[in-house]
């Protein structure tokens, strides 16, 4: 006998504790954005929408759900930085969520340190072991299938640059499972990582 099916029309509500949409497009990598204002002034923040879009050039994105500061600074400026939340990051990334205004810097509050970056003039997170230097692309403001748009931001970029900590490269080969990554899942409070028992392997049929 099938399974009984919970079914659900999001626009009508999903009749749950807890929204299952995030649960169930997830794990998701973490877009740890730092960004810059014209005037200066350091960004930090996470962000649970986002990926990786397209080899040559390598392009990321993420979601802004409202018009937030990390989305100001990248529209005034063109640059942002990705970087890598690990475990061992993962309270001074929670940090990072504060709501605080514009002039406080998330660097400041996560005790974290602001690195300069090669190409670009947003600095990275020193303490991640990963950092993708980014120029902005594109920035799209989503739509509803009936064409009304939604106050969210696709944010498109660029890797110019990427910083790896050699002791995640085993044989010329970046190591995941060894760098600890972290993902956002889907509870108000979930995470998860990635370590070597989630490991296995498939080679594509030739």
Same mark, same amino acid.
């Given at each position: 006998?099938?399974?009984? !099916?919970?079914?659900?029309? /999001?626009?009508?509500?999903?009749?749950? /504790?807890?929204?299952?949409?995030?649960?169930?497009?997830? =794990?998701?990598?973490?877009?740890?954005?730092?960004?810059?204002?014209? +005037?200066?002034?350091?960004?930090?923040? %996470? @962000? &649970?929408?986002?990926?990786?879009?397209? @080899?040559? =050039?390598?392009? $990321?994105?993420?979601? &802004? !759900?409202?018009?937030?500061?990390?989305?100001?600074? !990248?529209?005034?400026?063109?640059?942002? $930085?990705?970087?890598?939340?690990?475990?061992?990051? +993962?309270?001074?990334?929670?940090?990072?969520?504060?709501?605080?205004?514009?002039?406080?810097?998330?660097?400041?509050?996560?005790?974290? #340190? %602001?690195? /300069?970056?090669?190409?670009?003039?947003?600095?990275?997170?020193?303490?991640? =072991?990963?950092?993708?230097?980014?120029?902005? #692309?594109?920035?799209?403001?989503?739509?509803?299938?009936?064409?009304?748009? $939604? /106050?969210?931001?696709? $944010?498109?970029?660029?890797?110019?640059?990427?910083? !790896?900590?050699?002791?995640?490269?085993?044989?010329?080969?970046?190591? #995941?499972?060894?760098?600890?990554?972290?993902?956002?899942?889907?509870?108000?409070?979930? @995470?998860?990582?990635?370590?070597?028992?989630?490991?296995?392997?498939?080679?594509?049929?030739?």
């Amino acid at each position: 006998m099938p399974d009984a !099916i919970h079914f659900y029309e /999001p626009r009508s509500g999903h009749g749950l /504790p807890h929204d299952p949409f995030n649960a169930i497009v997830g =794990p998701r990598p973490i877009g740890w954005i730092s960004s810059r204002s014209q +005037a200066g002034g350091l960004n930090l923040a %996470p @962000y &649970s929408f986002f990926n990786a879009f397209n @080899y040559t =050039p390598p392009i $990321v994105g993420f979601a &802004s !759900i409202g018009y937030k500061d990390t989305l100001r600074n !990248i529209k005034e400026t063109g640059e942002f $930085v990705w970087n890598l939340a690990t475990r061992a990051l +993962a309270e001074a990334m929670n940090q990072t969520c504060a709501a605080v205004p514009p002039e406080v810097s998330e660097f400041d509050l996560a005790g974290l #340190t %602001p690195a /300069p970056s090669r190409l670009v003039s947003v600095p990275r997170v020193q303490e991640s =072991p990963v950092s993708f230097e980014c120029r902005r #692309t594109q920035i799209v403001q989503l739509q509803g299938a009936d064409g009304i748009q $939604v /106050p969210t931001w696709l $944010v498109l970029g660029e890797v110019v640059a990427v910083h !790896i900590a050699r002791r995640l490269l085993r044989d010329g080969i970046y190591d #995941t499972a060894a760098a600890g990554h972290i993902l956002r899942g889907g509870g108000p409070a979930d @995470y998860f990582t990635v370590g070597p028992e989630q490991l296995f392997r498939m080679r594509r049929p030739a």
